[in-house]
């Protein structure tokens, strides 16, 4: 929800007027180390509080959380939009390689998810995890770099890429020329 209204510059109200209820996580994005808001009508959130005491939902002293939740908000959108720049940088350097191994479409890419699409039949994107999230000694002596990239395997031909604000510009130019190194080297 923050990301996509920080991606159309408009409130997170203005997106959600039409739904009946509304769940906001505060971790990742927003940086808290947990925790989530539920909104909708009063019958609905009683009947969500009393089925989160029935499991043994509840936390007690939570106010350090609820702090963290606060400045998440607070800083939401000069945070997700750092978050949505590094996604876009990251997809940039993908066409910029013209890479016959993937390919992006930077239209697609208004948040922090970039989606990648793998070329041919080989690596799959399973595959293409596994080389990226894996160090060899080759490429510490070819970049002088160890980096170990984590991307998602997301369906036969795609592998996905988010962004979250523990991923710096740093991070984001080390995992460009991690998926450069991995081309180059599945191209060989």
């Known amino acids: 929800l923050m990301n996509a209204a ?3 510059d408009v409130e997170p109200a203005q997106i959600t007027q039409h739904c009946d209820s509304v769940s906001l996580c505060f ?10 808001v539920l909104a909708g009508r009063r019958e609905f959130v009683a009947e969500a509080w009393r089925a989160r005491k029935l499991l043994g939902g509840g936390m007690r002293q939570a106010g350090v959380l609820a702090a963290a939740a606060r400045f998440g908000l607070e800083h939401a959108e000069a945070t997700l939009r750092r978050d949505h720049d590094n996604a876009r940088h990251f997809a940039e350097g993908i066409q ?14 208004e948040t922090n998810i970039v989606m990648v699409s793998i070329r041919g039949d080989w690596p799959s994107p399973t595959e293409l995890c596994e080389q ?3 160090v060899s000694e080759e490429e510490l002596a070819e970049t002088g770099q160890a980096v170990s990239v984590l991307l998602f395997p997301w369906s036969a031909r795609t592998v996905r890429a988010v962004w979250h604000r523990d991923v710096s510009a740093r991070d984001t130019e080390l ?4 998926l450069e190194f991995v081309a180059r080297k599945c191209q060989e």
């Open 96 to 109: 910029e390689l013209n890479s016959p191994l993937c390919s992006v479409n930077l239209a697609a890419v």
């Open 175 to 178: 995992a460009k020329n991690k």
């Open 132 to 134: 990226l999230r894996a």
């Open 27 to 36: 971790s990742k994005g927003l940086g808290a180390p947990a925790g989530a």
């Open 6 to 8: 920080v991606a159309q």
